[in-house]
Structures are given as structure tokens and as C-alpha cells.
């Protein structure tokens, strides 16, 4: 490397095709012969991309090892065995190449730059190696996404133990995770933020009501409008996404989705609506949410962050919709509730809902919650004094119809015209309603199915014991892990 010392050779931004380098290199070069392409344009020294490039390695890539593992060698030594082994990653010198976007020559000279400033040998240690040396092979490193674990640990236990309201940790952790939801992308380059609503993949939402008694049956059947939309707030229990008296809609994509999610005992009676959605809403995908992927240059500092954010997430989700115990609900429900809150508050654009997959009909569907401001339905109009009478189907010796029929029986006589009260602000004009989301038809989307039985998916473990004498310092096998969160 001492004749690129002594001429102090240059590259251009035309030689470096990564994006993040090249616009670097135009803003921050200065007019020089390139060494490699032999053009006065915007150029920096070879010793400074390379310094770059050694900070990229460290930060994004490791050295893989240059000699089997023990298993591997067991595998190479037995003669029956067809394993072979090669070294695993990528060729220092295609690395180099590929991570900054350079040609061959400029590639070799800063290879040989970086191992005369970075490359070791020890006679002594038979592994040492120079990590820019021929035969130095390199993998990506995973993201390492514990700072975000770490604060989304420290959030759950502030809403619980400490701050549950006007905690701004809280909101600074929201704000560092769902800052930037619409730029976030997966391979496919879909968002997401998925539209759902009239001519699109989700134009109807599925929601559910259990019926244990004729009584509650007829209840819902003849007002099924206020019976299956969201709670009215007085009567909203807490849920996984919101706290007790904060009215959202909780929906699935199908029908056999909604019956699992609400449980219902055999024996009892579930009335199912499918709802139109009638205009466009904005839903946060979680199951997107886990597959994202970043792209980028290794020499942007920001890229680093975005990959583990990345990471992180796919770790979110799972505890966002992970199934939780009926004892458990109150403490273990109010991370999610808070998360909920932020985004239907915070979150610019505006969301509407969110749609997440069930973990009680897993591989089926999805569920979908819609926030409060969301949730409006379409009234039913049924005229005053009217009354409503169900017919249960009938059935002979020889055959039944069990469908049902429900009956509007309309007053005889005219009914005082009743006067919608309208709300006005201080300088008297009618205050905007939230726009309506839902509609209803009673006639051909409400659906009762009677539950005859039940299924589950289950995977058994096996249970063994033993007895033991256990010494000073006795541990588990670094190679068995402990399945704390199967408790």
C-alpha cells in the first residue's frame, strides 16, 4: 500500500454508486483527478471511504469462523457421512465491493489499505486471523433490538406500577416506536396502513354477540343495530384494546373469526351482523407491521437504528395479541390499551382502527378494532309505537324449519312526530358529528348460529421426573433453554 500512500489517490462520486456515499462525496469533496476513473470531479481521499467502509463492517457485518465447529469436524470425521465443509459469508474483497458500491481495483487497494491499518497476527493464537486478509469471509450481524425491548419493558412497568396517566416516558417510547408509520414498508412495498372500506380487499367488518338466554336472543334480534354496534361508554368493559367506559367496535374479517373470539358456551346462541363499511378508514396491519423491511445504506447512521426498530417489532406484535388469561386481563391488557389510546389520538395521518391476527382462530382471519371516533353506525329507522315479535320456526313428526322470523308490527294510529335534538356551539351553529363508518341490513346480513359443540388445537408435552442430589453451582446445560414464557 505504500505507492497509494505516497500518491494520496482520490475517488469520484461517479466511481461509488451506494447512494448515501455518493451524495456525500458531492457535497463534501472537493474537485480532484479521481485515481480510478481519471475525471476532475468531486472526489475524497481512498483512506477516508475507507475508514468508512471498516466503521460499516463493524457495525453491520462479523468475521465468520475459518475452522469447523466441533460438531462439524464430528460430522467431517465420519467416514459413512457425505458433509463437507466450506467457509460460510461473503469474500472480504466482494464486500467490500458490494457495500459501497465500487469497482475491483478500488475495492483491492483499500482491502490492502485496511489490512496494513487493521490486520493482526498472533503466531501464538491459532485462530487469530487478519480480518482484511484473502481468505476473510464475512455474514451479516443480526439487529440487535434491545434498546427497544429494554424501553418497552420500562414503559409496561410505568403504566402499571407507577404512572398509568400523563406519563411522558410513555408518550416519548410511543412517539420513538409509531413516529413514522406511513414511510414503513415490506418487501412487496406495500404499507402498513391498509385501507379498508368500499371497493377494496376489506369492504365489510363481521361482529358477534352471545345469546345464553331466549330472552337476550330476542333483545338483540329486535334492535340488532344498537345491539351488535360498540357499547354505549357506561356499559364498555375493558378490553385488550381499550380501558372500561372508552366504547371501540371489536370486528373480525369473517364470521367463524368473530364466534371463536367471543367464546361462546355450548348450548347458547350467537348473532352474527356483517357490517358495510361505507367509506374509507385506515387500519394499522400489525401482522405487516412484523414483516418490515428496511432498506438503505450501511453508511447512513440512521440505518442502524431502522433495522433494529425493524427487528423490534416483529418482537411487538406477538405481545400485542398474544393470548391472555382471564385473571391475568386487568394488568396484562394495559400496555395494549395504551398503545391503542396513542394511536388513535397521536398517530398523523389519522387512524382509524386496527387489524391484527386472532389468536383464538389462528390462520383464519383477522380481527379488526375500530376506535371510538370510528365506529358510528347508520341508524335504523323504526317508526315510533312500533312493536317487534319473533317466530322460532315450527316442527311436526316428520320435519322442522327452524329459521326465524322476525315481525314489525306498525301502530294503528298516527304517532306525534318526534324532533331531533341538535347540539350547537357557543356561537350557534350545529356541531359535525364523526362521520358514519357502518351500515347494517337487517333483513340479509344478521345471521343466529346455535353452538353445538367446540374444537381446540392443542400440542402436547411431555412430563418426566427425576430425583437428584443438587451440588454447590449445579446449573442447566448451556444448551437447554427454559420455556419461562410457556410457564
Not at 311436526?396 to 331531533?420: A, G, M, W
Request: glycine share 6%; with cysteine; proline share 6%.
Amino acid at each position: 500500500m505504500s505507492e497509494i500512500d505516497e500518491e494520496q489517490p482520490y475517488i469520484c462520486h461517479e466511481c461509488v454508486s451506494d447512494e448515501f456515499l455518493n451524495k456525500e462525496i458531492r457535497c463534501e469533496g472537493k474537485c480532484e483527478k479521481c485515481s480510478y476513473c481519471g475525471k476532475n470531479r468531486k472526489a475524497i481521499q481512498l483512506s477516508t471511504l475507507a475508514e468508512s467502509i471498516h466503521c460499516a463492517i463493524e457495525q453491520h457485518f462479523h468475521l465468520t469462523s475459518s475452522e469447523p465447529s466441533a460438531f462439524e469436524n464430528a460430522m467431517l470425521s465420519d467416514r459413512e457421512s457425505s458433509y463437507w465443509w466450506a467457509r460460510s459469508g461473503q469474500p472480504i474483497h466482494d464486500l467490500i465491493q458490494d457495500v459501497a458500491g465500487i469497482g475491483e481495483g478500488a475495492a483491492a487497494d483499500i482491502q490492502e489499505y485496511l489490512s496494513t491499518s487493521y490486520g493482526y497476527y498472533d503466531p501464538s493464537d491459532y485462530e487469530s486471523e487478519d480480518p482484511y486478509g484473502a481468505d476473510a469471509c464475512y455474514e451479516e450481524s443480526p439487529p440487535d433490538s434491545h434498546e427497544f425491548h429494554e424501553s418497552w419493558e420500562l414503559l409496561r412497568q410505568e403504566i402499571t406500577y407507577r404512572a398509568r396517566f400523563f406519563s411522558k416516558f410513555a408518550e416519548q417510547v410511543l412517539d420513538k416506536l409509531f413516529g413514522n408509520l406511513d414511510a414503513l414498508e415490506v418487501f412487496d412495498g406495500k404499507s402498513v396502513v391498509r385501507i379498508a372500506g368500499p371497493d377494496t380487499e376489506n369492504p365489510d367488518i363481521f361482529r358477534a354477540r352471545v345469546a345464553q338466554t331466549r330472552d337476550s336472543l330476542e333483545q338483540v334480534l329486535k334492535d340488532p343495530v344498537k345491539e351488535l354496534a360498540a357499547p354505549p361508554p357506561k356499559s364498555a368493559k375493558h378490553g385488550r384494546m381499550n380501558p372500561a367506559c372508552i366504547s371501540v367496535f371489536y370486528g373480525a374479517t369473517d364470521a367463524e373469526t368473530c364466534i371463536s373470539e367471543v367464546r361462546p358456551p355450548i348450548g347458547s346462541h350467537v348473532v352474527v351482523g356483517r357490517f358495510q363499511i361505507i367509506r374509507n378508514i385506515r387500519l394499522l396491519d400489525l401482522n405487516i407491521l412484523s414483516e418490515i423491511y428496511v432498506k438503505g445504506s450501511c453508511f447512513d447512521p440512521d440505518f442502524k437504528t431502522r433495522k433494529e426498530h425493524a427487528a423490534f417489532f416483529q418482537h411487538f406484535v406477538g405481545e400485542l395479541t398474544k393470548p391472555v388469561m382471564p385473571d391475568e386481563e386487568t394488568f396484562e391488557y394495559l400496555p395494549t390499551q395504551i398503545v391503542a389510546e396513542y394511536l388513535a389520538e397521536k398517530v398523523e395521518p389519522r387512524l382509524d382502527g386496527i387489524m391484527f391476527e386472532s389468536s383464538q382462530a389462528q390462520g383464519k382471519g383477522q380481527n379488526i378494532i375500530l376506535f371510538h371516533d370510528s365506529c358510528f353506525l347508520e341508524p335504523y329507522d323504526l317508526p315510533s309505537g312500533a312493536t317487534v315479535s319473533i317466530n322460532y320456526g315450527w316442527s311436526s313428526p316428520d320435519d322442522y324449519d327452524d329459521s326465524i322470523t322476525v315481525c314489525e308490527d306498525l301502530p294503528t294510529t298516527p304517532q306525534q312526530k318526534q324532533f331531533k335534538v341538535v347540539e350547537i356551539d357557543d356561537q350557534g351553529n350545529p356541531l359535525v358529528n364523526n362521520p358514519i363508518t357502518l351500515s347494517l341490513d337487517i333483513n340479509n346480513d344478521i345471521d343466529v348460529m346455535a353452538i353445538k359443540g367446540a374444537t381446540y388445537q392443542s400440542h402436547i408435552r411431555s412430563v418426566s421426573r427425576y430425583r437428584r442430589n443438587k451440588s454447590a453451582g449445579e446449573s442447566l446445560s448451556p444448551s437447554i433453554v427454559k420455556l419461562d414464557s410457556l410457564f
